[in-house]
């Protein structure tokens, strides 16, 4: 479905709305502008929630930190990640995954930025520099 820019910026402020003066966005205010738009039915009400429903996965993703480690983290390696994401940036819900694949190291994904420290890249890395 084509959402056109017009939709997309109703979306948009629709979002705005929903983001707390702390800058973190407000599950409560999101799901009652969400059932709003679905009992009102505004005209491409469709498109809308579409929009609307983008913009709220794109604020999670971005305010949730994906760790991937090799091996279990214990709570204390764990507590040290969260400080240095923290004082990055606040507010982060944490995911924490283990992928025996990255042979050793982690992988830290915040929304689009990835930071990749496992020993798999830098072995993929050094074979296609040979």
């Not at 004082?87 to 944490?94: D, H, K, M, S």
Request: glycine share 4%.
């Amino acid at each position: 479905m084509k959402i056109s820019k017009e939709v997309q910026a109703q979306a948009r402020r629709l979002m705005r709305l929903c983001i707390g003066a702390d800058g973190l966005m407000d599950e409560s205010i999101v799901r009652q502008v969400a059932d709003k738009i679905a009992a009102d039915k505004p005209r491409n009400y469709l498109a809308l929630l579409t929009a609307f429903t983008e913009l709220v996965r794109l604020e999670c993703a971005a305010h949730t930190a994906t760790i991937t480690s090799a091996v279990p983290l214990t709570e204390a390696e764990q507590a040290a990640i969260q400080a240095k994401l923290n004082a990055r940036q606040a507010g982060l819900n944490y995911e924490w995954q283990v992928d025996s694949s990255l042979i050793a190291g982690l992988t830290v994904k915040v929304g689009d930025n990835v930071t990749d420290a496992s020993v798999r890249t830098r072995i993929e890395q050094l074979t296609k520099t040979l």
